[in-house]
């Protein structure tokens, strides 16, 4: 359904995504995961057909983003990062004009629009202004509107920034409920929600595709990335300091309110053995020591540059 390959953009001369290539199928739900200012919106307006890439080629629907723009917007419902929305209209005649312009046929506008207004739970505002309305209500409308003329593609920018914790879970929902019946593209900076939400995930770093696939895919493909829990009797000075030192440990974080002193450390190889010696020689009277995968934070975590690799280019 969606090919990219090998798309480049540049902006004067910032080169905002770098020969970034990737497939989409019909019906997955497929995130774009990165840092704020890595290029996700970027793709995604290639993708929509709102911005020319500066080389390589991109099709949605078989149609080029060079040579087919219009044929494209006809297939897709884009949700920008700022809904596309005017004040002064209520919800109902705003999503009837949106339906009229997208060409949804004068005999199935009433029903397009009552069904998108149903799947996004705005019945109940539906005489409302949108000017008077939540962020999490303008979230709604804005996915209503893209979703109004039944398209194939669905491209989603940031669609749960803002949103309070009932309001994500809702969100969460009705993208979940689009698996299958449509194609989904979303952004987001949010761990959680992306492996919640989507069936892949594309991670872009810096205007780079770094990895992909599934959070199991990109675990496996990255077995040595894990984290220990450490579960103290006390903690000795110094003990941070010298766990630190391991090779092996890339952090070691220090989490209070345990009923005792629990440490988090996320490493690069299976040191348990070393850490346990170390925490018994120190006193500080282990009682527990247990493994886990990192999840999709550490190998983000891990593939994107650190900070510090930023600043000095």
Known sequence: ?????????????????????????????????????????????????????????????GFSVDENPEAIRRLIGYLPDVPPLYDEMTVHSYLRYVAKLKNVPHGDVSHRVDYV??????????????????????QRVGIA????????????DEPINGLDPVQIVEMRDLITSLRGQHTVVLSSHILSEITRT?????????G?????GSEATLQAAMTQTMRLTCD???????????????????????????GGERL????????RAVIAKMVVEAGAGLLGLSRSEAGLEGVFMKLIKPAEERAHG
């Open 1 to 61: 359904m969606i090919v990219a390959e090998n798309l480049c953009k540049s902006y004067g001369g910032h080169l905002a995504i770098d020969k970034v290539s990737f497939r989409i199928g019909a019906g997955e739900i497929v995130g774009l995961l990165g840092l704020n200012g890595a290029g996700k919106s970027t793709i995604l307006k290639i993708l929509g057909s709102f911005l020319l890439p500066s080389a390589g080629r991109a099709l949605v629907g």
């Open 117 to 138: 207004m149903g799947k996004t739970n705005l019945n109940r505002v539906a005489k409302y202004q949108l000017g008077d309305l939540s962020h999490g209500f303008r």
């Open 145 to 156: 509107q893209a979703l109004v003329h039944n398209p194939k593609v669905i491209i989603l």
């Open 198 to 206: 989507c069936d892949r995930v594309l991670v872009v770093d810096q």
């Open 208 to 212: 780079r595709l770094v990895a992909e």
């Open 232 to 258: 103290l009797d006390r903690l000795p000075d110094g003990l941070i300091d010298s766990l630190q030192q391991v090779h092996g440990v890339a952090k070691v974080q220090r989490i209070t309110g345990q």
């Open 264 to 271: 988090l450390l996320d490493t690069e190889a299976d040191v």
